[in-house]
């Protein structure tokens, strides 16, 4: 093997002045420098480049057929989820690819590591010199100009044209990081309290103070979330966190002690870390979104065995390094967590369609095996994930991502409406999948030319589903706040999954899976349908909550009797 590649390497230094000289065919390109950036110069040659390839999968399409089929209420196989090696048969590239791509890497001189348990993806560390060489483009310095951020990025790259076929996408290339990463409203609630209570609240069982401030009790009476311990140990719930956040435990035993005296306050969660996740329990350090993460899920979703999964920050790939690194962690494990709730995303054009692509597959792979993967929809209406001027409206990843199941907010007791910063709209990536067609089309046809041209009508539509998300009471470093944002929904809706996971594996029953296509069917009856509200963005009113499913509350909030009922318990 040795001699034969020695060969080869002189036939191509004899043929080949330098690499770039090989046949290298354009793969893709971004037409501007994102908005917020910056060109700084050029990269120097010897900066060191951490890549990531991804090859081509070999059946996506045989993967998506199985989800669905696993998946959907009326199937014959329902519930019956794929193990790890059948999931990875779908993903794991064929020998030609595995074979082009290694001699590639070989004729570089370039050793690689494989990221992922199916072979897909493969990382390497080179000089910014031969990465420029090898994928014919040049690398340059850009700044953040918000935060001073400064990152290595390209405009556009080629590949080989023998790789054509086999290499799917080089990371991060065009891929720049978001520093708007989708984080709670935070704000002082106690101190800036200027809501009448409601006067009139139609359920005895949901305390008055629930129109001020929402708290464990709240989300318990409004939607019927049982108090009673979950009981199987197998059942588990997954919290990402990122950007160095940990969950306190002091601050989580704070809350329960306040807001769940019906149970233990030592009551508490398992920890892994990746990327160098840090977890000081340093009260002062600890993260608003995590401990909001944390205190919503071990406080609603009582006594299931929760996991606070910490994913440190690599600042040169930028958050979608992480969000590809906790899927390929959990894509290992042999019993990956049943729900997994994310309260972090970013704009949709901020991540190229490969990349969205990629995530979104996995997010499949996970649904697969039987895990609900939830993510908060965003805290910009229709303006993104934060606030923020635009034209057109700027949908969410991987909120548009089919795969997945998107909480947005609402607030207010009597009547509940949607919350002005719920995102929600229409992927430009994922078309609408059919599980939703005919509730998008109902929708659309409500909606009428209202904001006509500044949105995708043939995108996948979200939310799917919302929570209140408003003055949620949490402690962070010893003291009562309040935070507003998507970030409360996702964990609440999480917890609801949770328990009722637990009642079907005690039934011995499978667990739920990925959710879209028993929310759309059998299971939209047991929400409480959000009616009134709007998500206000670029100069517009945004979409407004309509009768049937909307984007802005989904298909509305639950109420776990009726869920109970829909699951056949
Ligand atoms: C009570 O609720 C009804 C219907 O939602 C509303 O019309 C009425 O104004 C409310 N009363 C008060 C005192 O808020
Ligand atoms: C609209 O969505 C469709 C379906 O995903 C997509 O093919 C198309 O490119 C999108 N249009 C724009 C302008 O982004």
């Not at 590649?5 to 002045?17: D, R």
């Not at 080179?126 to 994928?135: G, L, N």
């Not at 200027?194 to 103070?209: E, F, G, Y």
Request: glycine share 8%.
């Amino acid at each position: 093997m040795v001699s034969v590649k020695l060969v080869l390497a002189c036939l191509f230094s004899l043929a080949l002045s330098k690499p770039t000289a090989r046949n290298l065919l354009p793969h893709e390109s971004l037409e501007d420098i994102p908005a917020g950036f910056q060109l700084v110069g050029p990269a120097s040659p010897d900066t060191t480049l951490k890549m990531r390839i991804a090859l081509v999968q070999s059946d996506p399409a045989g993967l998506e057929a199985a989800l669905y089929d696993v998946s959907t209420p009326s199937s014959a196989n329902y519930g019956q989820h794929l193990s790890k090696s059948e999931v990875e048969k779908f993903i794991a590239p064929t020998a030609d690819s595995v074979q082009a791509v290694n001699s590639w890497l070989a004729e570089n001189g370039i050793t690689a590591t494989q990221l992922s348990p199916a072979g897909d993806w493969l990382g390497f560390e080179i000089p910014v010199s031969q990465a420029e060489d090898i994928f014919g483009t040049q690398f340059s310095v850009f700044a953040h100009q918000a935060t001073g951020m400064q990152t290595v990025r390209t405009l556009s790259y080629s590949i080989p044209a023998e790789l054509q076929g086999h290499l799917d996408l080089v990371f991060p290339t065009i891929n720049f990081p978001d520093p708007n990463a989708n984080l709670p409203v935070f704000r002082h609630a106690v101190s800036k309290r200027d809501v009448t209570p409601a006067a009139n609240l139609t359920s005895d069982a949901v305390p008055s103070s629930c129109a001020d401030t929402i708290t464990p009790a709240c989300l318990q009476a409004l939607y019927g979330i049982p108090t009673t311990p979950a009981t199987q140990s197998s059942n588990q719930l997954g919290v990402s966190g990122f950007i160095e956040q940990f969950a306190n435990q002091a601050d989580l035993k704070t809350f329960l002690s306040k807001f769940r005296t019906d149970i233990s306050s030592s009551t508490t969660f398992s920890l892994e870390t990746l990327d160098d996740g840090s977890n000081s329990q340093n009260a002062r350090d600890a993260g608003v979104e995590a401990d909001l993460d944390v205190q919503y899920t071990i406080g609603l979703a009582t006594d299931v065995p929760t996991t606070f999964i910490s994913v440190g920050e690599d600042t040169q790939d930028g958050s979608l390094g992480g969000f590809l690194d906790i899927i390929n962690f959990l894509l290992e494990q042999d019993s990956p967590p049943q729900v997994l709730t994310t309260s972090y995303g970013q704009n949709e054009n901020t991540v190229s369609r490969s990349v969205a692509n990629n995530l979104c597959n996995a997010y499949a792979q996970l649904g697969a095996r039987g895990t609900s993967i939830l993510f908060a929809s965003g805290d910009g209406g229709v303006s993104g994930s934060q606030s923020a001027s635009c034209k057109t409206f700027v949908p969410t990843f991987p909120s548009g991502c089919p795969f997945m199941t998107s909480v947005g907010a609402t607030t207010g007791i009597n009547p509940e409406t949607a919350a002005a910063f719920s995102s929600g709209g229409f992927s430009n990536y994922f078309g609408t999948p059919s599980y939703q067609a005919s509730a998008v089309a109902s929708y659309l046809q409500a909606l009428g030319s209202t904001n006509s041209g500044k949105f995708n009508t043939s995108g996948r539509g979200y939310p799917d589903v919302s929570t209140q998300g408003e003055n949620f009471e949490i402690v962070v470093d010893g003291e009562t706040e309040g935070v507003d944002g998507t970030s409360c929904a996702s964990p609440t809706f999480a917890s609801v999954i949770a328990l009722l996971n637990d009642r079907l594996i005690a039934a011995g029953q499978s667990p739920l899976g990925f959710l879209n296509p028993f929310l759309y069917s059998t299971g939209a009856s047991a929400f409480t349908d959000i009616t009134s509200g709007d998500n206000p963005g670029c100069n517009t009113n945004g979409f407004p909550a309509k009768a049937g499913w909307d984007p802005v509350t989904g298909l509305g909030t639950p109420n776990f009797a009726k869920l109970l009922t829909a699951v056949g318990l």
